[in-house]
């Protein structure tokens, strides 16, 4: 069973940084997209960025010229560069990782989550 273990989360002023890091217990096969989402308090889970495997990153505005997705294929491990952080950005960040199964259905991978709190 993969697992998404996610880290980097905390506290900071408005205007500070994060980077936040999702590290796979193993290598994933056949996948379809991997990113980030963020749920805020009282709020419905949203997308924040992801990259398909053939595609450029996408990032939602609300984060465009703030957050940079990457990844280091050799350590399985997708990460979240947060500048410039604004208190709106404060919810729990979750990896994703939408890939393809061999039967031809797709499966969500999701890691626990880590809280990210920006003070004003």
């Known amino acids: 069973q993969v697992q998404l273990v996610e880290s980097g989360g905390g506290l900071v002023q408005a205007g500070g940084s994060l980077r936040l890091s999702c590290a796979a217990s193993e290598s994933i096969r056949r996948i379809n997209a991997m990113g980030w989402y963020r749920q805020a308090p009282g709020e419905q889970r949203e997308l924040v960025a992801h990259?398909?495997?053939?595609?450029?990153?996408y990032y939602v505005d609300s984060v465009k010229g703030r957050l940079v997705l990457s990844r280091d294929n050799a350590k399985n491990t997708l990460y979240l560069q947060m500048n410039s952080l604004k208190p709106e950005d404060t919810a729990v960040y979750y990896c994703n990782v939408n890939a393809r199964t061999v039967v031809g259905t797709t499966r969500d991978y999701w890691g626990q989550g880590t809280q990210v709190t920006v003070s004003s």
């Open positions: 990259i398909t495997s053939f595609g450029e990153p």
